[in-house]
């Protein structure tokens, strides 16, 4: 005979409050950190193999390289950043929910349906997050107009982005 005992469910974020401007933006700002240091090593790695001589000191001028001339440049280099960017994003927030910021804050990032974030949704919401905080935030402005307090990406990807509580110690 079977153990039909059933494992307690997982804590439901269903009844947590959707997050502030403040807070979204303050996540954003924490990321954007994040997202530059990692797209600077996504930058220097490719530098490092096609140009390596261009980097050090110049013998003859005692001067240090300002401007490298590379292939890293043009619309190739910009898909693979814009990769890394989508990477970066879609394996947090495939993940768990949450990029590093956004734990920081304590946000976490689901579908409608409390699900996890599918990639549709993570390429849905990136594009219109970027227009909607390069806009000067007009898109995180909207949550205090909408009724459910959703932004411009929220609507767009089908998603929400929750307030968690605090951690008890």
Avoid: C
Avoid at 78 to 98: M, N
Avoid at 101 to 129: C, F, H, I, Y
């Amino acid at each position: 005979m079977k153990n039909s005992t059933k494992k307690p469910s997982p804590d439901t974020t269903k009844n947590y409050p959707t997050a502030g401007a403040w807070r979204r933006i303050a996540a954003a700002i924490y990321d954007g950190f994040l997202l530059f240091a990692v797209l600077f090593v996504a930058s220097l790695i490719p530098t490092l193999i096609v140009s390596r001589d261009a980097l050090g000191a110049s013998p003859g001028t005692n001067s240090v390289v300002h401007e490298l001339n590379t292939p890293l440049q043009g619309w190739p280099y910009t898909i693979y950043l814009l990769a890394i960017t989508v990477a970066f994003y879609g394996w947090f927030w495939r993940k768990s929910g949450q990029t590093l910021g956004m734990q920081a804050w304590r946000l976490k990032l689901e579908s409608n349906d409390g699900q996890r974030v599918g990639w549709t949704q993570v390429l849905r919401r990136l594009p219109v997050a970027a227009a909607a905080f390069f806009m000067g935030g007009l898109g995180y402005w909207w949550i205090w107009l909408d009724r459910e307090g959703r932004s411009w990406q929220d609507i767009a990807s089908n998603t929400r982005v929750l307030q968690l509580p605090k951690q008890k110690k």
